[in-house]
Protein backbone atom coordinates (compact mmCIF):
# COMPACT_ATOMS: atom_id res chain seq x y z
CA UNK A 1 0.00 0.00 0.00
CA UNK A 2 3.25 2.38 0.92
CA UNK A 3 4.32 1.77 -2.64
CA UNK A 4 0.66 2.93 -3.94
CA UNK A 5 -0.01 5.62 -2.41
CA UNK A 6 3.43 7.05 -3.26
CA UNK A 7 2.93 6.31 -6.71
CA UNK A 8 0.06 8.01 -6.35
CA UNK A 9 1.08 11.02 -4.12
CA UNK A 10 3.45 12.09 -7.25
CA UNK A 11 2.04 15.06 -8.64
CA UNK A 12 -1.55 16.85 -7.70
CA UNK A 13 -2.29 16.84 -11.35
CA UNK A 14 -3.10 13.39 -11.26
CA UNK A 15 -5.49 14.18 -8.64
CA UNK A 16 -7.03 16.73 -10.48
CA UNK A 17 -6.91 14.61 -13.72
CA UNK A 18 -8.90 11.86 -12.47
CA UNK A 19 -11.55 13.90 -10.23
CA UNK A 20 -12.27 16.17 -13.62
CA UNK A 21 -12.68 13.44 -15.89
CA UNK A 22 -15.93 12.61 -18.11
CA UNK A 23 -15.14 8.88 -17.68
CA UNK A 24 -16.08 7.10 -14.94
CA UNK A 25 -13.17 6.07 -13.12
CA UNK A 26 -11.76 3.38 -10.13
CA UNK A 27 -8.20 2.51 -9.39
CA UNK A 28 -8.48 -1.16 -7.56
CA UNK A 29 -5.95 -3.25 -5.86
CA UNK A 30 -4.94 -6.50 -6.99
CA UNK A 31 -7.01 -7.95 -4.76
CA UNK A 32 -9.85 -6.19 -6.07
CA UNK A 33 -10.76 -3.53 -4.12
CA UNK A 34 -11.34 -0.09 -5.38
CA UNK A 35 -9.45 2.80 -3.20
CA UNK A 36 -10.17 6.03 -5.47
CA UNK A 37 -12.91 6.54 -7.92
CA UNK A 38 -14.13 10.06 -9.59
CA UNK A 39 -17.54 11.63 -9.25
CA UNK A 40 -18.38 10.57 -12.77
CA UNK A 41 -17.59 7.09 -11.59
CA UNK A 42 -20.06 7.12 -9.14
CA UNK A 43 -22.79 9.44 -10.99
CA UNK A 44 -22.62 6.92 -13.65
CA UNK A 45 -23.30 3.36 -11.31
CA UNK A 46 -25.19 5.49 -8.87
CA UNK A 47 -23.17 5.22 -5.62
CA UNK A 48 -22.09 7.42 -2.67
CA UNK A 49 -17.95 7.51 -2.64
CA UNK A 50 -18.34 6.07 0.94
CA UNK A 51 -20.05 2.83 -0.73
CA UNK A 52 -17.51 2.76 -3.51
CA UNK A 53 -14.12 2.81 -1.61
CA UNK A 54 -13.04 -0.25 -0.07
CA UNK A 55 -15.79 -2.00 -2.14
CA UNK A 56 -14.94 -5.05 -4.11
CA UNK A 57 -14.89 -3.33 -7.85
CA UNK A 58 -16.52 -6.29 -9.46
CA UNK A 59 -19.51 -6.44 -6.86
CA UNK A 60 -20.57 -2.21 -7.53
CA UNK A 61 -20.57 -3.45 -11.28
CA UNK A 62 -21.08 -6.81 -12.00
CA UNK A 63 -24.29 -7.81 -10.30
CA UNK A 64 -25.34 -11.43 -11.56
CA UNK A 65 -24.10 -14.53 -12.00
CA UNK A 66 -22.75 -13.94 -15.96
CA UNK A 67 -21.87 -10.50 -15.58
CA UNK A 68 -19.64 -10.98 -12.56
CA UNK A 69 -18.08 -14.11 -13.90
CA UNK A 70 -16.82 -12.12 -16.61
CA UNK A 71 -15.81 -9.34 -14.97
CA UNK A 72 -13.52 -11.54 -12.96
CA UNK A 73 -11.59 -12.82 -15.53
CA UNK A 74 -11.49 -9.42 -16.81
CA UNK A 75 -9.73 -8.45 -13.99
CA UNK A 76 -7.76 -11.31 -13.48
CA UNK A 77 -6.36 -10.40 -16.69
CA UNK A 78 -5.12 -6.75 -16.11
CA UNK A 79 -3.83 -7.74 -13.01
CA UNK A 80 -1.42 -9.96 -15.08
CA UNK A 81 -0.35 -6.95 -17.07
CA UNK A 82 -2.49 -7.14 -20.10
CA UNK A 83 -4.17 -3.87 -21.70
CA UNK A 84 -8.16 -4.05 -22.22
CA UNK A 85 -10.53 -2.72 -24.35
CA UNK A 86 -13.77 -3.73 -24.59
CA UNK A 87 -17.30 -3.39 -24.78
CA UNK A 88 -19.53 -5.12 -22.59
CA UNK A 89 -22.85 -4.50 -20.05
CA UNK A 90 -22.52 -3.65 -16.29
CA UNK A 91 -25.05 -2.97 -13.70
CA UNK A 92 -26.02 0.22 -11.67
CA UNK A 93 -26.63 -0.12 -7.64
CA UNK A 94 -30.22 -0.37 -8.93
CA UNK A 95 -29.15 -3.37 -10.99
CA UNK A 96 -30.78 -1.93 -13.62
CA UNK A 97 -27.55 -2.29 -16.72
CA UNK A 98 -25.93 -0.23 -18.81
CA UNK A 99 -23.32 -0.39 -21.83
CA UNK A 100 -20.36 0.75 -21.25
CA UNK A 101 -17.06 0.44 -23.31
CA UNK A 102 -14.36 -0.56 -20.64
CA UNK A 103 -10.54 0.40 -20.49
CA UNK A 104 -8.17 -1.66 -17.78
CA UNK A 105 -5.04 -0.29 -17.70
CA UNK A 106 -2.17 -2.32 -15.02
CA UNK A 107 -0.14 0.29 -13.06
CA UNK A 108 3.28 -1.69 -13.09
CA UNK A 109 6.68 -1.06 -11.19
CA UNK A 110 9.33 -3.17 -11.16
CA UNK A 111 7.06 -6.14 -12.83
CA UNK A 112 4.67 -6.13 -11.17
CA UNK A 113 1.10 -4.79 -10.77
CA UNK A 114 0.74 -1.91 -8.44
CA UNK A 115 -2.95 -1.02 -9.10
CA UNK A 116 -5.59 -0.81 -11.99
CA UNK A 117 -7.19 1.81 -13.71
CA UNK A 118 -10.91 0.90 -14.89
CA UNK A 119 -12.20 3.30 -17.32
CA UNK A 120 -15.83 3.36 -17.99
CA UNK A 121 -17.19 5.30 -20.51
CA UNK A 122 -21.33 5.47 -21.11
CA UNK A 123 -21.87 4.65 -24.34
CA UNK A 124 -26.09 3.83 -23.90
CA UNK A 125 -26.31 6.72 -26.30
CA UNK A 126 -24.31 5.97 -28.98
CA UNK A 127 -25.80 2.03 -28.93
CA UNK A 128 -29.63 3.63 -28.91
CA UNK A 129 -28.00 5.30 -31.91
CA UNK A 130 -26.42 2.40 -33.30
CA UNK A 131 -29.95 0.54 -32.85
CA UNK A 132 -31.89 2.71 -34.56
CA UNK A 133 -29.28 3.18 -37.44
CA UNK A 134 -29.90 -0.58 -37.80
CA UNK A 135 -33.07 0.26 -37.82
CA UNK A 136 -33.30 2.48 -40.44
CA UNK A 137 -31.03 0.26 -42.75
CA UNK A 138 -33.23 -2.64 -42.20
CA UNK A 139 -36.46 -0.46 -43.32
CA UNK A 140 -34.47 1.06 -46.29
CA UNK A 141 -32.95 -2.63 -47.35
CA UNK A 142 -36.89 -3.76 -47.05
CA UNK A 143 -37.80 -0.51 -48.93
CA UNK A 144 -35.37 -1.01 -51.72
CA UNK A 145 -36.01 -4.57 -51.71
CA UNK A 146 -39.85 -4.23 -52.21
CA UNK A 147 -39.87 -0.94 -54.22
CA UNK A 148 -42.30 -0.95 -56.59
CA UNK A 149 -39.74 1.27 -58.83
CA UNK A 150 -36.92 0.54 -60.17
CA UNK A 151 -33.60 1.70 -58.03
CA UNK A 152 -29.99 1.65 -58.78
CA UNK A 153 -27.24 2.43 -56.98
CA UNK A 154 -24.06 3.40 -58.26
CA UNK A 155 -20.26 5.33 -57.71
CA UNK A 156 -18.53 8.10 -58.85
CA UNK A 157 -18.18 6.77 -62.32
CA UNK A 158 -21.12 5.53 -62.67
CA UNK A 159 -20.51 1.52 -62.06
CA UNK A 160 -23.47 0.21 -60.76
CA UNK A 161 -23.13 -1.59 -57.32
CA UNK A 162 -26.85 -2.73 -56.55
CA UNK A 163 -29.90 -2.63 -57.82
CA UNK A 164 -33.49 -3.83 -56.71
CA UNK A 165 -35.62 -6.81 -58.28
CA UNK A 166 -37.73 -4.16 -59.44
CA UNK A 167 -34.81 -2.86 -61.57
CA UNK A 168 -33.91 -5.93 -62.72
CA UNK A 169 -37.12 -6.97 -63.47
CA UNK A 170 -38.44 -3.51 -65.14
CA UNK A 171 -35.25 -4.02 -67.70
CA UNK A 172 -34.90 -7.64 -68.22
CA UNK A 173 -32.20 -8.48 -66.25
CA UNK A 174 -31.14 -11.49 -64.38
CA UNK A 175 -30.18 -11.24 -60.43
CA UNK A 176 -26.55 -9.47 -60.28
CA UNK A 177 -26.25 -8.89 -64.28
CA UNK A 178 -25.80 -5.38 -63.91
CA UNK A 179 -23.30 -5.07 -61.29
CA UNK A 180 -19.95 -3.78 -61.59
CA UNK A 181 -20.74 -1.86 -65.30
CA UNK A 182 -21.69 1.19 -66.11
CA UNK A 183 -25.04 2.64 -65.52
CA UNK A 184 -25.27 3.53 -69.43
CA UNK A 185 -24.40 0.35 -70.76
CA UNK A 186 -26.63 -1.29 -68.24
CA UNK A 187 -30.46 1.20 -69.48
CA UNK A 188 -28.77 3.29 -72.75
CA UNK A 189 -26.97 0.26 -74.44
CA UNK A 190 -25.44 2.44 -77.14
CA UNK A 191 -28.65 4.55 -78.03
CA UNK A 192 -28.52 7.03 -74.46
CA UNK A 193 -25.31 6.99 -73.56
CA UNK A 194 -24.72 10.54 -73.84
CA UNK A 195 -27.42 11.69 -71.82
CA UNK A 196 -27.21 8.90 -69.35
CA UNK A 197 -23.18 10.29 -68.51
CA UNK A 198 -24.80 14.00 -68.36
CA UNK A 199 -27.11 12.60 -65.90
CA UNK A 200 -24.40 11.38 -63.70
CA UNK A 201 -21.94 14.76 -64.04
CA UNK A 202 -25.28 16.57 -62.70
CA UNK A 203 -25.11 14.68 -59.59
CA UNK A 204 -21.59 15.06 -59.44
CA UNK A 205 -22.74 18.45 -59.55
CA UNK A 206 -24.34 18.24 -57.36
CA UNK A 207 -27.61 19.31 -59.56
CA UNK A 208 -30.82 17.75 -59.12
CA UNK A 209 -31.99 14.82 -62.12
CA UNK A 210 -36.08 14.75 -62.45
CA UNK A 211 -37.58 14.10 -65.60
CA UNK A 212 -39.14 12.04 -67.93
CA UNK A 213 -36.79 9.61 -70.25
CA UNK A 214 -36.52 6.79 -72.74
CA UNK A 215 -34.21 4.00 -71.33
CA UNK A 216 -33.78 0.88 -73.32
CA UNK A 217 -34.18 -2.54 -71.80
CA UNK A 218 -31.84 -5.61 -72.21
CA UNK A 219 -34.34 -7.19 -75.25
CA UNK A 220 -33.74 -4.24 -76.96
CA UNK A 221 -37.01 -2.32 -76.32
CA UNK A 222 -37.77 1.04 -74.90
CA UNK A 223 -39.90 1.60 -72.04
CA UNK A 224 -41.31 5.33 -70.98
CA UNK A 225 -39.46 6.31 -67.49
CA UNK A 226 -39.98 9.02 -64.88
CA UNK A 227 -36.35 9.03 -63.73
CA UNK A 228 -35.06 10.82 -60.52
CA UNK A 229 -31.56 10.89 -59.33
CA UNK A 230 -29.98 11.94 -55.88
CA UNK A 231 -26.30 11.97 -54.02
CA UNK A 232 -26.30 9.29 -51.15
CA UNK A 233 -22.92 10.40 -50.10
CA UNK A 234 -20.91 12.76 -51.24
CA UNK A 235 -17.05 13.84 -50.99
CA UNK A 236 -13.91 15.40 -52.68
CA UNK A 237 -12.43 12.06 -53.51
CA UNK A 238 -15.82 9.61 -53.47
CA UNK A 239 -19.38 9.88 -53.66
CA UNK A 240 -22.30 7.17 -54.07
CA UNK A 241 -25.27 7.85 -56.29
CA UNK A 242 -28.68 6.44 -57.27
CA UNK A 243 -31.73 6.93 -59.51
CA UNK A 244 -35.08 5.72 -58.72
CA UNK A 245 -36.86 4.46 -62.53
CA UNK A 246 -40.48 4.83 -62.31
CA UNK A 247 -42.55 3.08 -65.49
CA UNK A 248 -44.94 5.01 -66.93
CA UNK A 249 -45.22 3.62 -70.48
CA UNK A 250 -49.10 3.27 -69.69
CA UNK A 251 -49.67 6.57 -68.54
CA UNK A 252 -48.25 7.92 -71.88
CA UNK A 253 -50.45 5.79 -73.75
CA UNK A 254 -53.86 6.90 -71.72
CA UNK A 255 -52.15 10.53 -72.38
CA UNK A 256 -52.07 9.21 -75.95
CA UNK A 257 -55.72 8.03 -75.83
CA UNK A 258 -57.05 11.15 -74.43
CA UNK A 259 -55.17 12.99 -76.88
CA UNK A 260 -57.26 11.07 -79.28
CA UNK A 261 -60.02 11.25 -77.77
CA UNK A 262 -59.96 14.75 -77.45
CA UNK A 263 -59.39 15.48 -81.05
CA UNK A 264 -62.29 13.15 -82.14
CA UNK A 265 -64.45 14.76 -79.55
CA UNK A 266 -63.78 18.50 -80.91
CA UNK A 267 -64.11 16.75 -84.75
CA UNK A 268 -67.50 15.27 -83.37
CA UNK A 269 -68.72 18.74 -81.68
CA UNK A 270 -67.60 21.09 -84.10
CA UNK A 271 -68.99 19.01 -87.26
CA UNK A 272 -71.68 16.86 -85.68
CA UNK A 273 -75.12 17.69 -87.43
CA UNK A 274 -76.74 18.11 -84.37
CA UNK A 275 -76.86 21.44 -82.69
CA UNK A 276 -74.95 21.15 -79.40
CA UNK A 277 -73.80 23.12 -76.69
CA UNK A 278 -71.66 22.73 -73.58
CA UNK A 279 -73.39 24.74 -70.69
CA UNK A 280 -72.36 25.27 -67.22
CA UNK A 281 -74.31 24.38 -64.42
CA UNK A 282 -75.46 27.87 -63.71
CA UNK A 283 -76.92 28.09 -67.15
CA UNK A 284 -74.20 30.17 -69.02
CA UNK A 285 -73.21 28.45 -72.11
CA UNK A 286 -69.30 27.77 -72.58
CA UNK A 287 -69.43 26.76 -76.48
CA UNK A 288 -71.61 25.91 -78.95
CA UNK A 289 -70.95 24.38 -82.50
CA UNK A 290 -71.87 25.25 -86.38
CA UNK A 291 -75.01 23.29 -86.28
CA UNK A 292 -76.24 25.29 -83.31
CA UNK A 293 -75.36 28.73 -84.87
CA UNK A 294 -76.94 27.34 -87.91
CA UNK A 295 -80.37 26.26 -86.02
CA UNK A 296 -81.15 29.24 -83.62
CA UNK A 297 -79.38 31.65 -86.13
CA UNK A 298 -77.04 33.03 -83.81
CA UNK A 299 -73.22 33.72 -84.10
CA UNK A 300 -70.60 32.09 -81.62
CA UNK A 301 -69.57 34.99 -79.97
CA UNK A 302 -72.97 35.71 -79.66
CA UNK A 303 -74.15 32.70 -77.19
CA UNK A 304 -70.69 32.39 -74.91
CA UNK A 305 -71.50 33.27 -71.59
CA UNK A 306 -75.27 34.26 -72.36
CA UNK A 307 -77.79 32.24 -70.21
CA UNK A 308 -79.25 29.19 -72.69
CA UNK A 309 -82.54 29.36 -71.25
CA UNK A 310 -82.39 33.38 -71.97
CA UNK A 311 -81.68 32.91 -75.57
CA UNK A 312 -83.35 30.33 -76.98
CA UNK A 313 -86.63 29.41 -74.78
CA UNK A 314 -89.96 31.08 -75.14
CA UNK A 315 -90.72 33.52 -72.77
CA UNK A 316 -93.71 31.16 -71.79
CA UNK A 317 -91.54 28.50 -71.27
CA UNK A 318 -88.67 30.17 -69.72
CA UNK A 319 -89.41 28.46 -66.08
CA UNK A 320 -89.23 25.14 -67.60
CA UNK A 321 -86.39 25.54 -69.54
CA UNK A 322 -84.86 26.95 -66.29
CA UNK A 323 -85.99 23.12 -64.29
CA UNK A 324 -84.44 20.94 -67.14
CA UNK A 325 -80.72 22.96 -66.69
CA UNK A 326 -80.71 22.66 -62.95
CA UNK A 327 -81.93 18.77 -63.24
CA UNK A 328 -79.74 17.96 -65.81
CA UNK A 329 -76.88 20.09 -63.50
CA UNK A 330 -77.74 18.03 -60.50
CA UNK A 331 -77.51 14.65 -62.78
CA UNK A 332 -80.54 13.38 -64.29
CA UNK A 333 -80.43 12.60 -67.92
CA UNK A 334 -82.77 14.43 -69.99
CA UNK A 335 -84.78 13.41 -73.40
CA UNK A 336 -87.98 15.38 -74.30
CA UNK A 337 -89.27 17.34 -76.84
CA UNK A 338 -89.88 20.94 -76.50
CA UNK A 339 -90.19 24.18 -78.44
CA UNK A 340 -87.41 26.65 -78.98
CA UNK A 341 -87.22 29.88 -80.61
CA UNK A 342 -84.64 31.54 -83.25
CA UNK A 343 -82.87 34.73 -83.15
CA UNK A 344 -85.34 36.11 -85.74
CA UNK A 345 -88.43 34.91 -83.65
CA UNK A 346 -89.25 31.99 -85.31
CA UNK A 347 -90.34 28.94 -83.18
CA UNK A 348 -88.86 25.48 -84.18
CA UNK A 349 -89.49 21.98 -82.58
CA UNK A 350 -86.96 19.89 -80.80
CA UNK A 351 -85.79 17.43 -79.36
CA UNK A 352 -83.53 17.69 -76.20
CA UNK A 353 -80.72 15.03 -74.93
CA UNK A 354 -78.59 16.42 -72.44
CA UNK A 355 -76.64 14.80 -69.61
CA UNK A 356 -73.84 16.53 -67.52
CA UNK A 357 -70.10 15.63 -66.51
CA UNK A 358 -67.68 16.97 -63.76
CA UNK A 359 -64.69 19.63 -64.54
CA UNK A 360 -61.93 21.10 -62.60
CA UNK A 361 -62.75 22.93 -59.75
CA UNK A 362 -66.19 21.26 -58.73
CA UNK A 363 -68.33 22.57 -61.41
CA UNK A 364 -70.27 20.76 -64.35
CA UNK A 365 -70.92 21.17 -67.73
CA UNK A 366 -74.05 20.24 -69.39
CA UNK A 367 -73.98 18.91 -72.86
CA UNK A 368 -77.10 19.52 -74.52
CA UNK A 369 -78.03 18.52 -77.95
CA UNK A 370 -80.81 20.12 -79.82
CA UNK A 371 -82.60 18.22 -82.98
CA UNK A 372 -85.11 19.68 -85.02
CA UNK A 373 -87.92 17.77 -85.40
CA UNK A 374 -90.22 20.28 -86.92
CA UNK A 375 -90.76 17.76 -90.24
CA UNK A 376 -91.10 14.75 -88.12
CA UNK A 377 -93.66 16.57 -85.91
CA UNK A 378 -95.33 17.62 -89.38
CA UNK A 379 -95.56 13.84 -90.37
CA UNK A 380 -96.54 12.80 -86.91
CA UNK A 381 -99.39 15.15 -87.17
CA UNK A 382 -100.07 13.66 -90.92
CA UNK A 383 -100.19 10.11 -89.29
CA UNK A 384 -102.51 11.08 -86.47
CA UNK A 385 -104.79 12.96 -88.53
CA UNK A 386 -105.06 10.08 -91.51
CA UNK A 387 -105.27 7.63 -88.57
CA UNK A 388 -108.66 9.15 -88.13
CA UNK A 389 -109.90 10.52 -91.39
CA UNK A 390 -110.86 9.74 -94.95
CA UNK A 391 -107.93 10.44 -97.15
CA UNK A 392 -110.82 10.94 -100.41
CA UNK A 393 -113.18 12.97 -98.31
CA UNK A 394 -111.73 14.50 -95.46
CA UNK A 395 -114.41 13.32 -93.24
CA UNK A 396 -113.32 10.93 -90.23
CA UNK A 397 -112.67 7.25 -90.93
CA UNK A 398 -114.33 3.99 -89.35
CA UNK A 399 -111.76 4.07 -86.86
CA UNK A 400 -112.22 7.71 -85.22
CA UNK A 401 -116.19 5.98 -85.22
CA UNK A 402 -116.09 3.65 -83.60
CA UNK A 403 -114.42 5.44 -80.72
CA UNK A 404 -117.02 8.15 -80.68
CA UNK A 405 -119.51 5.61 -80.58
CA UNK A 406 -117.52 4.25 -77.68
CA UNK A 407 -117.54 7.81 -75.96
CA UNK A 408 -120.88 8.92 -76.64
CA UNK A 409 -122.24 5.28 -74.91
CA UNK A 410 -123.75 7.25 -71.67
CA UNK A 411 -126.94 8.64 -70.56
CA UNK A 412 -126.00 12.30 -70.86
CA UNK A 413 -125.61 11.92 -74.67
CA UNK A 414 -129.55 10.63 -74.77
CA UNK A 415 -131.40 11.27 -77.16
CA UNK A 416 -128.83 9.93 -79.97
CA UNK A 417 -129.67 9.92 -83.52
CA UNK A 418 -127.68 7.92 -86.34
CA UNK A 419 -128.46 9.18 -90.19
CA UNK A 420 -127.02 6.40 -92.19
CA UNK A 421 -126.26 7.52 -96.19
CA UNK A 422 -124.70 5.91 -98.83
CA UNK A 423 -124.58 6.85 -102.85
CA UNK A 424 -126.35 5.73 -105.05
CA UNK A 425 -125.15 3.78 -108.74
CA UNK A 426 -121.73 4.19 -107.53
CA UNK A 427 -120.62 0.63 -109.20
CA UNK A 428 -122.33 1.92 -112.52
CA UNK A 429 -120.36 5.31 -112.29
CA UNK A 430 -117.16 3.65 -111.86
CA UNK A 431 -117.87 1.54 -114.65
CA UNK A 432 -119.15 3.59 -117.01
CA UNK A 433 -117.12 6.79 -116.31
CA UNK A 434 -114.01 5.79 -114.28
CA UNK A 435 -112.95 5.56 -110.39
CA UNK A 436 -111.66 9.87 -111.12
CA UNK A 437 -115.66 10.52 -111.53
CA UNK A 438 -116.49 8.21 -108.54
CA UNK A 439 -114.34 9.43 -106.22
CA UNK A 440 -115.73 12.98 -107.24
CA UNK A 441 -119.32 11.65 -106.71
CA UNK A 442 -118.09 10.59 -103.02
CA UNK A 443 -115.94 14.09 -102.41
CA UNK A 444 -119.32 15.72 -103.26
CA UNK A 445 -121.73 13.43 -101.73
CA UNK A 446 -118.96 14.51 -98.34
CA UNK A 447 -119.75 18.20 -99.09
CA UNK A 448 -122.88 18.19 -99.01
CA UNK A 449 -123.59 16.33 -95.98
CA UNK A 450 -120.98 18.96 -94.33
CA UNK A 451 -122.70 21.81 -95.82
CA UNK A 452 -125.99 20.21 -94.00
CA UNK A 453 -124.78 19.28 -90.55
CA UNK A 454 -124.36 21.19 -87.34
CA UNK A 455 -120.14 22.73 -87.23
CA UNK A 456 -120.40 20.19 -83.92
CA UNK A 457 -121.50 17.13 -85.47
CA UNK A 458 -119.24 14.02 -86.83
CA UNK A 459 -119.86 12.60 -90.39
CA UNK A 460 -117.75 9.60 -90.93
CA UNK A 461 -117.14 7.88 -93.94
CA UNK A 462 -117.45 3.73 -93.23
CA UNK A 463 -117.02 2.34 -96.54
CA UNK A 464 -116.40 2.85 -100.61
CA UNK A 465 -120.44 4.74 -100.54
CA UNK A 466 -121.51 5.05 -97.06
CA UNK A 467 -121.54 7.76 -94.74
CA UNK A 468 -122.65 7.57 -91.00
CA UNK A 469 -124.02 10.81 -88.88
CA UNK A 470 -124.43 9.86 -84.78
CA UNK A 471 -125.87 12.60 -83.44
CA UNK A 472 -125.87 13.27 -79.55
CA UNK A 473 -128.84 15.28 -77.21
CA UNK A 474 -130.82 14.73 -80.88
CA UNK A 475 -134.52 14.22 -80.99
CA UNK A 476 -135.97 12.04 -84.06
CA UNK A 477 -137.47 15.39 -85.25
CA UNK A 478 -134.46 16.96 -85.62
CA UNK A 479 -132.81 14.23 -86.82
CA UNK A 480 -135.26 14.20 -89.77
CA UNK A 481 -135.07 17.79 -90.06
CA UNK A 482 -131.44 16.55 -90.92
CA UNK A 483 -132.18 14.37 -93.72
CA UNK A 484 -134.72 16.36 -94.97
CA UNK A 485 -131.70 19.45 -95.72
CA UNK A 486 -129.61 16.32 -97.09
CA UNK A 487 -132.16 15.53 -99.14
CA UNK A 488 -132.90 19.04 -100.86
CA UNK A 489 -129.00 19.59 -101.13
CA UNK A 490 -128.54 16.33 -103.07
CA UNK A 491 -131.61 17.39 -105.55
CA UNK A 492 -129.95 20.55 -106.70
CA UNK A 493 -126.87 19.29 -107.15
CA UNK A 494 -127.76 16.26 -108.93
CA UNK A 495 -128.48 18.68 -111.73
CA UNK A 496 -125.33 19.12 -112.46
CA UNK A 497 -123.90 15.86 -111.83
CA UNK A 498 -123.71 12.95 -114.19
CA UNK A 499 -127.31 11.81 -115.12
Not at 260 to 272: A, H, P, V
Not at 453 to 465: N, W
Request: aromatic residues 8%; contains cysteine; proline residues 3%.
Amino acid sequence: MEDVNRFFNVDAFYETLIDQAPLGIAIQVPDGRVIRANDAFCRMFGYTMDEVVGSQLDDLVALGGDLYAEAGDLTKRVVHGENIFIEAVRTRKDRSRIPVSIRGVPIMEGGRTLAVYAIYEDISERKAAEKDLRRERALLERVLVDSPDGIVLFDEEGVVFRTNPAFEHLFGLDPGEALGHPLWEVVGRGEKDTEIRDNIKKLREMKSVDHEAVRVRKDGSQVHLSIRGAAISRSDSHGEYLAIYRDITGRIRSEQELTTERIYFENLFMNSPLAIALVYDDGIIQRVNESFEKMFGYSSWECVGTNLDDLIAPEEARDDAVKLTRDVAAGAILKTERTRLRKDGSRVDVQINAVSFPVAGGQKVVYAIYQDITERKILDEKIRYFGYHDVLTGLYNNAFLEEELRRLDTSRQLPISLIMADVDNLKLINDAFGHMEGDQLIIEAGEILRSCCRQEDLIARCGGDEFIMPLPRTSLLEARSICDRIRQACDRASQGMIP
